[in-house]
């Protein structure tokens, strides 16, 4: 089984004082542990931020884009140095991944990046994952480690991903405010209500609760079911893969789970464009399963170009889908409403009958992405 790893700063930091060692220690012996019961380890690290600060002597976190590069090229060879150590230890080798998000976004570096990680696991290395902090701009950046956990999950096809955090689990309210606050054990869909509940970013990281239950859509979608759990409590990670209880267990989906690629299509691609379709259209894509045709197209948003992911809009402009398109916008304008037997005839070439074809065509709903039916 592979098993993804999340540990976020709160974790693994002591605030301004830098790396928590001893608890690097103690993660070390927990993955150690699970690696002995056959088990592949993907680890998904912060904390470089955190460990630059210190060494740089700063108190405060840094929210320059500019600084918080810099703070986090200096720190990223203290914690990788500190997984070393600890994992070298127990006779376990690591290998630092950074990534950002136009590894994602490009489909060669992509599966570049998942074959990579693969080879890894096959000569028994845990891959430690980060954002690559130094060069990634503010545009591109993941947001915050949960999303990049998400997105390799899903890349790998991991079987499990455990989230650790600084609370126990996801509870109805805030568990670090006075009051009586119940933990909700099973989670089987992250709908929009439930993310109204969850709360902001942290105090060292940037992601929060709410920020986890969207990462945990997002893998769940790949089928792939979701621990949020303690990150404080040594023991914990092995317990719960022998299939003790601890925090909360968010179900993956069954149905209409995601492929890689159409998980790629759905997480990694922005939309360059839009195109607006008729109800008819809307209603073959949604209740039928079909891909986008030109006679269904009432206009295009934006100039994009063939090979370009771009968002599908009901005639009142909501979202409901993300896809692929075979032909450019310029080329959509002039054969839209038409039927395919006539666009060869209008531009004088055909790529395909399908301006999006179904196996390019990912469904936007409340609960995220789907696969068609």
Not at 82 to 105: C, M, N, P, S
Not at 107 to 120: D, E, G, H, P, V
Not at 291 to 306: A, D, K, M, Q
Not at 333 to 348: A, D, F, H, N, P
Request: net charge positive; with cysteine.
């Amino acid at each position: 089984m592979k098993i993804l790893l999340k540990v976020g700063s709160n974790i693994l930091t002591k605030g301004a004082e830098g790396l928590n060692v001893q608890r690097i220690a103690s993660l070390a012996r927990d993955i150690s542990v699970v690696k002995g019961m056959g088990h592949d380890m993907i680890l998904v690290s912060s904390g470089a931020v955190a460990a630059g600060m210190t060494k740089m002597g700063l108190k405060q976190y840094p929210h320059d884009i500019r600084m918080k590069q810099a703070v986090a090229a200096v720190g990223q060879s203290s914690l990788m140095w500190a997984y070393e150590k600890y994992f070298k230890a127990r006779d376990i080798g690591v290998a630092q991944i950074l990534l950002t998000r136009d590894d994602f976004k490009d489909r060669i570096r992509y599966l570049n990046a998942k074959n990579t990680i693969t080879s890894l696991l096959d000569y028994g290395f845990i891959p430690v994952i980060n954002e690559n902090d130094p060069i990634s701009v503010a545009e591109m950046k993941f947001g915050d480690n949960d999303q990049l956990a998400a997105l390799v999950a899903g890349m790998v096809g991991v079987d499990r991903m455990v989230i650790l955090s600084d609370v126990p689990g996801f509870y109805e309210g805030d568990p670090r405010t006075p009051g009586k606050h119940r933990l909700i054990p099973h989670v089987e869909e992250i709908t929009s209500e439930l993310l109204a509940r969850a709360g902001g970013s942290g105090q060292v990281g940037t992601g929060g609760m709410y920020s986890k239950l969207i990462a945990a859509r997002r893998a769940t979608s790949h089928g792939i079911p979701v621990n949020i759990v303690s990150g404080k409590k040594e023991g914990l990670i092995p317990e719960l893969i022998s299939g003790k209880e601890h925090g909360t267990y968010f179900s993956p989906t069954t149905r209409s789970r995601l492929s890689s690629r159409k998980g790629w299509i759905a997480y990694s691609v922005r939309c360059r464009g839009a195109i607006v379709l008729d109800e008819g259209a809307v209603k073959a894509i949604v209740e039928r399963g079909k891909s986008v045709l030109p006679s269904g197209i009432v206009r295009t948003e934006g100039p994009f170009g063939e090979g370009d992911a771009v968002a599908c809009l009901d005639p009142d402009g909501n979202r409901i889908a993300k896809g692929l398109t075979n032909y450019a916008s310029e080329e959509i304008v002039k054969i839209q409403g038409r039927k395919t037997s006539e666009i060869e005839s209008v531009l004088g070439y055909k790529y395909s009958d399908e301006i999006i074809h179904r196996d390019n065509l990912v469904l936007v709903t409340e609960a995220g992405p789907k696969a068609l039916s």
